[in-house]
């Protein structure tokens, strides 16, 4: 089982909320870690866009909009990007990320479509 | 401006080397660690190895290990990836970027292990 586990896919409207999950492997649990997130337009660097860990410990990139947001759901082990009043420039592919074991371990990343 | 460039890309046969550089610039180099992370054709994001600001202190992932090391020189404000043994599976984009949270990336050169 991989360590961060995210869905292959997304689609919502311009204007709506989008929510992305990132789910930690049993074992690895989501309140002790920073989770990073970054986000990579069709052939573009990727873009960092946030880091949380906690409402005490977070930090948003440089540029990035307040509409793009982290958060972390205990119950189910994930960290979370909340992006609210999508736009048409979101369409992206969105990876998480934590300092794992030595190592830093990329999600898979997901794949917004905005409708 | 936080520039980071990338050059030493290359179609190489398996089991041979190379050697990436990243030429950094806008920043003080020595004060921070450095990552180098890859991307393979249409596939997500790979972390592969990152090192301390004066060099004393590397991690690398599991599927370089003994193959790749990074290193730096602080006097000329660059990073470096020496790569060995290389393999098909490492055929990829590889970005230098500014650790931890990569805020800055390069815009990567590309390496092609292909006979």
């Known amino acids: 089982q991989p360590v961060l586990t995210q869905p292959t896919s997304l689609s919502a409207s311009p204007g709506a909320s989008v929510r992305f999950t990132c789910t930690l492997r049993s074992g690895i649990n989501v309140g002790s870690y920073r989770i990073y997130w970054y986000q990579q337009k069709p052939g573009s660097l990727p873009r960092y866009l946030l880091r949380y860990k906690s409402d005490s410990d977070k930090q948003q990139g440089s540029g990035v909009p307040s509409r793009f947001s982290g958060s972390k759901d205990a119950s189910t082990n994930a960290g979370l990007l909340l992006i609210s009043g999508l736009q048409s420039e979101d369409e992206a592919d969105y990876y998480c990320a934590i300092w794992y074991s030595s190592t830093l371990v990329f999600g898979g990343g997901t794949k917004l479509t905005v409708l | 401006e936080v520039q980071l460039v990338e050059s030493g890309g290359a179609l190489v046969q398996p089991g041979g080397s190379l050697r990436l550089s990243c030429a950094a610039s806008g920043f003080t180099f020595s004060n921070y660690w450095m990552s180098w992370v890859r991307q393979a054709p249409g596939k997500g994001l790979e972390w592969v190895a990152n090192i301390k600001q004066d060099g004393s202190d590397t991690y690398y992932v599991d599927s370089v290990k003994g193959r790749f090391t990074i290193s730096r020189d602080n006097a000329k404000n660059s990073l470096y990836l020496q790569m060995n043994s290389l393999k098909t599976e490492d055929t990829a984009m590889y970005y230098c970027?500014?650790?931890?949270?990569?805020?800055?990336w390069g815009q990567g050169t590309l390496v092609t292990v292909s006979s």
């Open positions: 970027a500014r650790d931890l949270p990569l805020d800055f």
